[in-house]
């Protein structure tokens, strides 16, 4: 019995984690990001290297975590004079371009 059970577990728990990556991530488009990123350059740099010692590094940070960043700030759970002023009027879109634009940027 409870090995039956913990098959059928297994299963859905497979079954789950093939299908959550799609729902949790939204597949960014990093050349679309042109569109907004001229916002953040003159900070965070067009490489993604900051351009002064409060600035932190962008370049290669994963996707995901930008974009969770980047959220945070537009709801103000996370709070920067100027990160939550950059964050509140992005869309989930450009969110998700902005976060596959710096993770991929060299
Ligand atoms: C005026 C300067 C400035 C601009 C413009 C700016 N940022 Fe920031 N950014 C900051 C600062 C300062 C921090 C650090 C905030 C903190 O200490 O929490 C930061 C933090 C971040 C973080 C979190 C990094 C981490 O490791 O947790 C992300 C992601 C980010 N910025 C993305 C962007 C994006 C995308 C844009 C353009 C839409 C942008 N920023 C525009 C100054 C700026």
Same mark, same amino acid.
């Given at each position: 019995?409870?090995?039956?059970? =913990?098959?059928?577990?297994?299963?859905?728990?497979?079954?789950?984690? !093939?299908?959550? *990556?799609?729902?949790?991530?939204?597949? !960014?488009? *990093?050349? #679309?990001?042109?569109?907004?990123?001229?916002?953040?350059?003159?900070?965070?740099?067009?490489?993604? /290297?900051?351009?002064? +010692?409060?600035? *932190? =590094?962008?370049?290669?940070? %994963? #996707?995901?975590? /930008?974009? @969770?960043?980047? @959220?945070?700030?537009?709801?103000?759970?996370?709070?920067? *004079?100027?990160?939550?002023?950059? #964050? %509140? +009027?992005?869309?989930?879109?450009? /969110?998700? =371009?902005? #976060?596959?634009?710096?993770?991929?940027?060299?």
């Amino acid at each position: 019995m409870s090995t039956r059970l =913990n098959s059928v577990g297994h299963w859905l728990l497979a079954g789950l984690l !093939g299908v959550s *990556p799609a729902l949790t991530l939204a597949a !960014g488009d *990093p050349a #679309a990001a042109v569109a907004v990123v001229g916002r953040c350059v003159a900070c965070h740099g067009a490489d993604g /290297i900051g351009k002064a +010692p409060q600035y *932190p =590094n962008l370049r290669g940070q %994963k #996707a995901s975590y /930008i974009e @969770k960043s980047l @959220k945070a700030f537009r709801s103000g759970e996370r709070k920067d *004079p100027s990160m939550s002023a950059m #964050a %509140k +009027p992005l869309t989930d879109a450009e /969110i998700a =371009n902005l #976060a596959a634009y710096f993770e991929t940027v060299d």
